[in-house]
């Protein structure tokens, strides 16, 4: 991928920069229960401000079709102007952008800061609309994206909006990502591990295809490996099942033998009556998972192989855990998974959404190289797709 323009190159004193960022962050009863996205946000915010830019500051949360009280960025503003140690102001109008709204902007000096309201309160956001991309552009002078975790949408805020501003770049997270995803797959130090978890199949056809001509060893846990364990023959019991993937996960058996990549699939599992936090589990052959049993995580002697698969390794990527790692009865493939790459000397990737909150909840963040902060983004990426949003900005 063509190298792209990045904050460090931009002469912000005095000019007003629009920032996508992403604060698609959780709430419970309006209050934000995780702040992780705000804080990934702040050092470009702080690099922009301590230059003398005039920061606006866009992103969407949740998924309204509309103006939607539920989602307003109001307490983002208030998360925000607390970590940085200054007002941030909110400009709280449902049109996003509106007369109102370009006046305080016009009111902005340097180093202030203001938050638009969710982009997607205008429903042409998600449709890439030209009005709404020139209504945003109108606000700026440069435009800064820094929100990977969106970066796979083709939106106003991340795209059409590229179009009507002179100059653009990519934000400190976005540059951090891009290096981490693109070095880990086009140049990885070697031997090179990708461990894929998660539900479906379906979902990591492409990155599979993908991995196995780059990888020295593909392990594959999680729900999706019970169809790789059906395409072998075996019984899965109530595990689940993607019937129309068992002949895709065959195929992908052959194709790792024919390339000379080592594919570790579970030699056992733990499986249980019903899919609940206590209930009733033993731990099983692969090949011996009895009907009325469904699989819930990985087994002891599987850990121990997965474990023992990336010591020597020097890059290895993550995406999806190893069971139902919400349930502390069925999480403990995926702990082990993140022990064993905690004590590793290798550059540790985890490709984000549910491995990234896994390995957060499970105390390891701090001990990975890199955590990416957009699952359905870094997938994409890992499969060789082009991002719109990273595609839109200025190349260096």
């Known amino acids: 991928m063509q190298s792209k323009k990045t904050i460090n190159a931009l002469n912000v004193k005095g000019k007003r920069i629009l ?4 604060f698609n962050v959780p709430l419970i009863d309006g209050a934000i229960s995780d702040e992780n996205r705000i804080v990934a946000a702040l050092p470009t915010i702080k690099k922009l401000i301590a230059d003398g830019g005039r920061v606006i500051l866009c992103s969407h949360l949740g998924k309204p079709k509309g103006p939607d009280p539920k989602a307003t960025l109001e307490p983002v503003a208030a998360s925000l102007s607390k970590h940085l140690g200054q007002p941030v102001k909110f400009l709280a109008d449902d049109a996003v952008v509106s007369s109102t709204v370009q006046k305080a902007v016009n009111e902005m000096k340097d180093g202030d800061v203001a938050l638009l309201q969710n982009t997607r309160f205008r429903p042409e956001e998600t449709k890439n609309g030209e009005a709404f991309s020139k209504d945003l552009a109108s606000l700026a002078d440069i435009y800064v994206n820094d929100a990977f975790g969106t970066a796979h949408r083709a939106h106003c805020s991340t795209v059409g909006v590229t179009t009507f501003v002179p100059e653009s770049a990519v934000g400190y997270l976005m540059e951090k990502e891009l290096k981490f995803l693109g070095s880990a797959v086009e140049n990885p130090a070697r031997p090179f591990v990708a461990i894929l978890g998660g539900l479906k199949v379906s979902d990591k056809i492409k990155v599979i295809d993908k991995l196995l001509e780059k990888v020295d060893k593909l392990i594959i846990g999680g729900a999706m490996a019970y169809t790789f364990m059906k395409a072998q023959g075996y019984g899965i019991g109530e595990s689940f099942l993607e019937e129309e993937s068992i002949g895709y996960a065959k195929d992908m058996i052959q194709k790792a033998k024919d390339k000379g990549v080592e594919l570790l699939l579970p030699v056992d599992t733990t499986v249980a009556k019903d899919f609940k936090a206590d209930a009733e589990h033993k731990v099983v052959p692969a090949s011996g ?34 069971g139902v790692f919400e349930f502390p009865n069925f999480a403990k493939g995926t702990l082990a998974l993140a022990q064993a790459m905690a004590k590793i000397d290798a550059t540790t990737v ?20 890199h955590i990416s902060t957009g699952g359905g983004a870094s997938l994409e990426f890992l499969e060789g797709k082009e991002l719109p949003g990273v595609v839109a900005v200025q190349n260096a």
């Not at 920032?19 to 992403?22: F, I, L, N, T």
């Not at 990234?356 to 990975?368: P, S």
């Open 19 to 22: 920032v996508r960022c992403d």
């Open 289 to 322: 998972i009895e009907d009325g049993w469904q699989g819930l995580d990985i087994g002891d002697k599987t850990r121990e192989l997965f474990s023992n698969a990336i010591k020597d390794t020097k890059t290895v990527i993550w995406n999806g855990p190893m």
């Open 350 to 369: 985890i490709g984000g959404g549910d491995s990234a909150a896994a390995v957060n909840q499970l105390g390891y963040g701090d001990k990975m190289t």
